[in-house]
Each structure stands twice: as C-alpha cells, then as structure tokens.
C-alpha cells in the first residue's frame, strides 16, 4: 500500500520515541496497529462490496441478455403462428367454397358457413376419443357378472341356491 523501507521506518520510530516518550510509546504503537487492522478491514470490506457489485451488474446484464433473447424468439414464434393460422384460414375458406361450389353443380341447396361449422363441431364429436369426455371421470367401471360354478355333475351351484 505506501512503499515505506525499513530505514523510514526507523526515522519514524525515533521521531515517535522523542515526541511520544519511552513510557507512552508501547500504548501508542499498539493503538496504532489496532487502527490499522480496522483500516485493512475496512479497505478490504469496501473492495468485497465493490467486486460484488460489478458481479452484480454483469448477471444483470446478462439477465437482460436472456430476457430480450427470449422476447424476440417469442415474437418470431408468434409471427410464424400467424402466418400458419392465415394459411389455415385460407384453405378451409378455399374448401368451402369448393364444397359450394359442388353442392350448386349437384343441385342441392349451398352449405352456409353457420352450417359448415355445426358439421365440423358433430364430426370433431364423432372423432373424439372416450377419455376426451369431461364425465368420463364420473362413470363408474363395469362390473362384470361372477361365472357360475359347476361341480363335476354338471349341475350350477346358483341352481342349487334357488332350490
């Protein structure tokens, strides 16, 4: 820290020795050494916070990092989604106008869309799965009947009960 050799050192003790005097000086000098730990101390706290700060600021930096890495992945996926989801509205716009189209050519009457989606709603309920029902959870399973013992002349044991 100060760039002190030892023949400064001992000028500074002489000089200590003759200000101070013999019998105040070991009181003095252990006084200073106290206040110099703390001092060492303190210095050495001060560079703990400031390293720890600056550790501080770069995760925060790369926090941000991350943040906007992710926003802007978000965004494209979101931009794709929509480009899917208009390509999807296309077509299924294109199909009912073919379905339209040919149900004018056959004769019938055009499907309306309010009609083409309660056809799609009863063939998605057509499709749907046994555990896609929400009152699944409500049934109970299915208890099946007990068989019937025979014994070795061929005769039910319910026979036998009822008798």
Same mark, same amino acid.
């Given at each position: ?71 802007? $992945?978000?965004? *494209?996926? /979101? &931009?794709?989604?929509?480009?899917? #989801?208009?390509? %999807? ?31 799609? $709603?009863?063939? *998605?309920? /057509? &499709?749907?799965?046994?555990?896609? #029902?929400?009152? %699944? ?27």
């Amino acid at each position: 820290m100060f760039d002190i050799g030892f023949t400064e050192l001992m000028v500074i003790g002489v000089v200590a020795l003759l200000v101070v005097g013999p019998e105040r000086l070991p009181k003095v000098a252990r006084t200073a050494g106290h206040l110099y730990g703390r001092m060492q101390r303190y210095v050495s706290s001060v560079k703990s916070d400031i390293s720890r700060e600056v550790e501080l600021d770069e995760l925060r930096k790369v926090g941000q990092g991350f943040r906007e890495s992710i926003e802007s $992945a978000a965004s *494209e996926f /979101q &931009q794709e989604a929509t480009v899917v #989801d208009d390509y %999807l509205r296309k077509e299924t716009d294109n199909i009912g106008k073919v379905m339209a189209a040919m149900a004018v050519t056959e004769g019938e009457r055009p499907v309306t869309e309010p009609a083409m989606k309660q056809i799609a $709603a009863e063939q *998605e309920a /057509q &499709q749907a799965l046994p555990f896609d #029902d929400p009152n %699944l959870d409500a049934l109970e399973p299915p208890v099946a009947p007990e068989p019937e013992q025979t014994d070795s002349t061929g005769s039910s044991s319910a026979g036998e009960k009822s008798a």
